[in-house]
Each structure stands twice: as structure tokens, then as C-alpha cells.
């Protein structure tokens, strides 16, 4: 599985940007899929995460209620619609996809087996 993303960006704060991530070499539609993010000089974090069949969604404390992450199987793609960015939401994100099940934590990168590389997104106060 190769993972694509894109729509990072320079933004203002306040405003809004939708990153996608698309999927080659096979589907992704029985995977759970998510987003993490990494700034300078911090370690990875989760961002929020979607199930196989888009039934549950769940983010970080950090985002809830401002990002919105939905799938579309038949195109193998992922959306992470930002609103309402802060500049503490500046970094690189990036895209992964991993099994049909998690083993404790969403946010622990052994539930993640593939990763795209990641789009900048620097959000200016």
C-alpha cells in the first residue's frame, strides 16, 4: 500500500484546510485509517483516526470539534477537513493506514503499518 497526501498549506488562523490521502497498490477499505501529525522538535502525535467502515471516528483531545475525518471507500481516500487552525496545529501531517482492529491505543503507531509521506501545514497567527 502506497499512501499519498496532500492540502497543506499556508493559512491564517482561523481558517481552514482539507487534506486528502489517497491510497494505491491495493485497497484500503478494510483498513482503519488516520492522521498524525509531527512539529519541530516534538514527537508524533495522533491526530484522529476512522474505522474500516467509517463507523467510528475518534481524535485527539487537541482537535475534537474542530477536525472532521471521513473516508470514501470507493475512491481509497481519506479527508481531514481543519477548521478554526491554530498555530499550535503547525506541522507536518501524514496519513497511515493499519488494520481492521486496534490493540490498545488508537494513538500507538504499532496499530499503523503503512505511512505516506507528510504535507506541511503552518498555520500563521
Known amino acids: 500500500v502506497q499512501l499519498q497526501a496532500s492540502g497543506g498549506g499556508l493559512v491564517r488562523a482561523g481558517g481552514s484546510l482539507t487534506l486528502s490521502c489517497v491510497a494505491s497498490?491495493?485497497?484500503?477499505?478494510?483498513?482503519?485509517m488516520g492522521w498524525f501529525r509531527q512539529a519541530p522538535g516534538k514527537e508524533r502525535e495522533f491526530v484522529a483516526a476512522?474505522?474500516?467502515?467509517?463507523?467510528?471516528?475518534d481524535y485527539a483531545d487537541s482537535v475534537k470539534g474542530r477536525f472532521t475525518i471521513s473516508r470514501d471507500n470507493a475512491k481509497n481516500t481519506v479527508t481531514l477537513q481543519m477548521n478554526s487552525l491554530k498555530p499550535e496545529d503547525t506541522a507536518v501531517y501524514s496519513c497511515?493506514?493499519?488494520?481492521?482492529?486496534?490493540?490498545?491505543?488508537?494513538?500507538?503507531?504499532?496499530?499503523?503499518?503503512?505511512w505516506g509521506q507528510g504535507t506541511q501545514v503552518t498555520v500563521s497567527s
Open positions: 497498490g491495493r485497497t484500503v477499505s478494510d483498513r482503519n
Open positions: 497511515a493506514a493499519g488494520r481492521s482492529w486496534y490493540i490498545g491505543s488508537k494513538a500507538d503507531i504499532r496499530n499503523w503499518i503503512y
Open positions: 476512522i474505522t474500516s467502515g467509517g463507523g467510528t471516528t
